[in-house]
């Protein structure tokens, strides 16, 4: 079984450029959540997608925006890149099931510096 | 909007001491999860705790839900370079379709 990936490991953008993070998700898996960790900090939920649709979004503006495809993957789009956007971008698979809350796998994470 | 406080912060000790570190909320919570990071990984989840009082072991690690479910504990015993890790608490599908809030974390370094 393999498990979540994500691509690229290291990116380093200048502000003002645009970003696209990709990840895969574990077989089985059916919906794709991106979070934000920060230097110091826990990582901060930005939205999941479930059947290629935002299913819940956290507190991050417009230029951030994501896709699912039809076999799960997903990607990240950051526009107008800001300094505070460097952070380690967080990719993590999980099965939605009728009423249920299933446990959620992590990648490994994409490291994005802006300078 | 639920606030996770995780103390303390940094942890650095020997290998072989014993430590607990805390995950406190004033919101209650239906369960709670801990996970580990390792330096380069995502989260791992460790733990769900879910009913009040809860004690759970996963070798040398103790997990601990309080009995108002507004706080947890994590203890390790005899420490290990292995242990070394930033460790985090989230209460699992908070606000809705399985999104996790992370606390800070603790990070932990556990030296030979």
């Known amino acids: 079984e393999t498990g979540v990936t994500q691509s690229p490991t290291h990116l380093i953008k200048t502000r003002g450029q645009q970003v696209t993070l990709r990840c895969s998700s574990q077989?089985?898996?059916?919906?794709v959540s991106w979070y934000q960790q920060a230097l110091g900090q826990g990582p901060q939920f930005i939205f999941q997608?479930?059947?290629?649709?935002?299913?819940g979004r956290g507190n991050f503006p417009p230029r951030f925006s994501g896709l699912q495809f039809p076999n799960y993957s997903s990607e990240l789009n950051v526009n107008a890149l800001e300094l505070d956007d460097s952070a380690l971008y967080l990719c993590?698979?999980?099965?939605?099931?009728?009423?249920?809350?299933?446990?959620?796998?992590f990648g490994p994470g994409t490291r994005l510096t802006v300078l | 909007t639920q606030l996770l406080e995780q103390s303390p912060q940094f942890l650095s000790i020997q290998e072989g001491e014993n430590l607990t570190v805390y995950c406190n909320s004033s919101?209650?919570?239906?369960?709670l999860q801990w996970y580990r990071q390792e330096p380069g990984e995502g989260p791992v989840l460790l733990v769900t705790?879910?009913?009040?009082?809860e004690v759970k072991k996963l070798k040398r690690l103790t997990f601990q839900f309080g009995d108002a479910r507004k706080d947890s504990s994590l203890h390790i015993t005899a420490a290990q370079p292995g242990d070394t890790g930033l460790y985090l608490c989230?209460?699992?599908?908070?606000?809705?379709?399985?999104?996790?809030?992370f606390g800070a974390g603790t990070r932990l370094a556990v030296h030979p």
């Open positions: 993590a698979s999980s099965r939605t099931v009728r009423g249920g809350n299933n446990e959620q796998f």
């Open positions: 077989s089985g898996h059916n919906t």
């Open positions: 997608y479930y059947r290629e649709e935002e299913n």
């Open positions: 919101s209650v919570f239906s369960s």
């Open positions: 705790v879910v009913t009040g009082g």
């Open positions: 989230a209460p699992p599908g908070s606000g809705g379709y399985n999104k996790l809030i």
